[in-house]
């Protein structure tokens, strides 16, 4: 038969409501009587019945992520701590992908499941500020990726034009001078796509650099066919770069298989930047110097934000929250040592 709070008070020899508190972790438990009540915890096996906790609170205990594909390994390492950061918390993720598609976005905005989740986690490619207007704020929402809404929504973000000036002064550092960049898009100005090539610019002109638009290489998408293609198509029309920082660490990936096709070295030839960290650019053939966003920040602030919006639906949120990053050196701008 399931271990109920009454038994493990009698085994521990105290109330029903401490046990309670120390199930709840409630602060103002003494050291010893946590240990006390602990103790008979382990000894009973006693699990919480989370559902009955959720349902008590008006809640289902789940809460939704929405990414735009989880076949990217970017999109599936977040969503692995978005999960892992919920746990702790004894609340469980559902995940849903949109496609980068503004129609599924907004759908998911709006709250289409609204009935079977406490709140959601978006990550939005499309997603315009008007498209979020006049939406139902009984549902709380907090939104990851760098553009910027201006709406009183939670916002979870990395600084994108310094992460990317970061990577292009290490290639700077490195003697290189004609750095392309693979992953350009014509969308909204505070797209991360944008912001990525804003930094790029940016920290060639301090440099004393031309950022000529033959260094710019535009690309449908963001997988390892685009950054192929785009690396082909610059390659083919007489531009050599001495260097590329990609959008991505996919794009970046396509674009060393193309150079290496070509009779180009990495690094020597040619040094590559990616972006993102993911698993698959410390194993290659030759290993990906990259921006690593801190994944398990993101979850963990995304998290919070959104658990707080529960436990406070009438404060207003905290707008933009920062997430760290550093830059990863590895084989594709070093060498092998």
């Known amino acids: ?26 602060q103002h438990v003494t050291p010893a009587m946590r240990a006390r009540v602990q103790k008979a915890i382990d000894e009973l096996g006693y699990r ?36 892992d950061a919920a746990a702790e918390h004894d609340v469980t993720v559902l995940l849903d992908h949109t496609r980068g598609e503004r129609e599924q976005e907004v759908l998911v905005c709006q709250g289409f499941r609204a009935r079977v989740i406490d709140g959601l986690i978006l990550s939005p490619l499309e997603l315009e500020p008007e498209d979020m207007r006049g939406l ?17 929504y939670d916002h979870i973000a990395i600084d994108n ?4 000036r970061t ?22 100005a505070n797209s991360p796509a944008h912001l990525r090539l804003e930094g790029w610019r940016g920290e060639l002109a301090d440099a004393g650099l031309e950022a000529p638009d033959t260094l710019v290489g535009a690309t449908g998408g963001w997988d390892r ?42 690094p020597w030839d040619v040094a590559v930047v990616g972006f993102d960290d993911i698993a698959e650019g410390r194993f290659g053939a030759v290993t990906l ?26 404060e207003r949120p905290g707008g933009e929250l920062a997430a760290e990053f550093r830059l990863v050196e590895r084989e594709s701008t070093l060498g092998r040592r």
Do not use: C
């Open 1 to 26: 038969m399931r271990v109920s709070l009454k038994d493990v008070a009698e085994r521990a020899g105290v109330s029903i409501k401490t046990v309670s508190n120390v199930v709840n972790n409630y």
């Open 48 to 83: 919480p019945n989370l559902t009955a906790r959720h349902l008590r609170k008006g809640r289902t205990g789940i809460i939704a992520l929405a990414v735009p594909e989880l076949g990217n390994p970017y999109f599936a390492e977040l969503a692995g701590a978005v999960i």
């Open 136 to 152: 139902d704020d009984d549902m709380p929402l907090v939104l990851l990726g760098e553009r910027e809404y201006g709406l009183p």
């Open 161 to 164: 034009v310094a992460a990317a």
């Open 167 to 188: 990577a292009v002064r290490h290639l700077l550092g490195r003697g290189r001078t004609r750095i392309a960049y693979l992953g350009a898009r014509t969308d909204s």
């Open 225 to 266: 066919g685009d950054g192929a293609e785009a690396m082909a198509r610059m390659l083919d029309s007489g531009v050599r770069p001495d260097a590329v920082f990609a959008y991505n660490d996919l794009v970046a990936i396509g674009a060393m298989r193309v150079l290496h096709e070509r009779g180009l070295r990495v």
């Open 289 to 314: 110097t990259t921006v690593s966003p801190d994944k398990q920040a993101i979850a963990r602030l995304a998290v919070r934000a959104l658990l707080r919006r529960l436990e406070r639906p009438d």
